[in-house]
């Protein structure tokens, strides 16, 4: 895995090509836009970098320079404290200041995950969504936050409108789940994805 982050954010070392059309990662963007990634000929977008992905770059020395800025980090309260090598009660002790901290340093959109998920910005905004529920600590939850995300980001939106939105319908699904279902503590995260529409509906309507 780690190997496989870091060849991904270094790129393949070839000579530029010229391009042809208007081919990028959103629509109407030109390949080479964003500038990271351009010395080898292709351009990366901002990512979504999640779980095991974080364990691997928290193995590298200023990973932070390889990732194109604007990328959503989403870390739990664990994961955060070995990016930062730091103790987990202390990313505990000050969410949000670890999470605005980290953000700064990093050039990065920071989801710092947990009851009251902390979503920090380079620019030092700092969003605290009002949701804490056992259900999105089950396993797999995590992983449809990222997808939503990565859904977002695709559809055009920015990384801090992308990264707000998303933690915020994450959020919100899980509390349409303790409202109108009954399996509660049973829920598990494929039915956190067949919830998504009436929570989304819910939030547009």
């Known amino acids: 895995m780690a190997r496989f982050v870091r060849e991904f954010l270094a790129g393949p070392e070839r000579p530029k090509q010229k391009a042809r059309g208007r ?8 390949a080479g836009a964003n500038g990271a990634g351009e010395e080898n000929g292709r351009a990366l977008p901002p990512l979504v970098i999640d779980a095991d992905a ?23 309260p664990g994961e955060m404290a070995r990016l930062l090598h730091a103790e987990r009660d202390a990313v ?16 990065q959109i920071v989801v710092l995950k947990g009851a009251y998920t902390v979503i920090a910005s380079p620019d030092g905004e700092a969003y605290v969504l009002p949701f804490a529920t056992p259900l999105l ?13 990565v859904g977002l980001l695709a559809q055009g939106l920015k990384p801090l409108d992308a ?35 009436a929570a989304l509906k819910r939030l547009t309507a």
């Not at 939105?165 to 049973?186: D, P, R, S, Y």
């Open 23 to 30: 081919m990028g990662f959103v629509a109407g963007e030109p």
């Open 54 to 76: 974080l364990n691997a770059l928290a193995q590298e020395e200023r990973w932070w320079s390889d990732v194109p800025a604007g990328s959503i980090l989403t870390p739990h």
């Open 92 to 107: 505990q002790a000050d969410r949000i200041g670890t999470a605005l901290r980290a953000a700064r340093e990093w050039r």
């Open 137 to 149: 600590a089950t396993a797999g939850t995590g992983d449809v936050l990222a997808g939503i995300l």
């Open 163 to 197: 990264a707000i939105a998303g933690g915020f319908l994450h959020g919100l699904t899980a509390v349409e789940i303790e409202e109108n279902w009954e399996q509660g503590a049973g829920t598990v995260a494929s039915d956190l994805v067949a919830a998504l529409p």
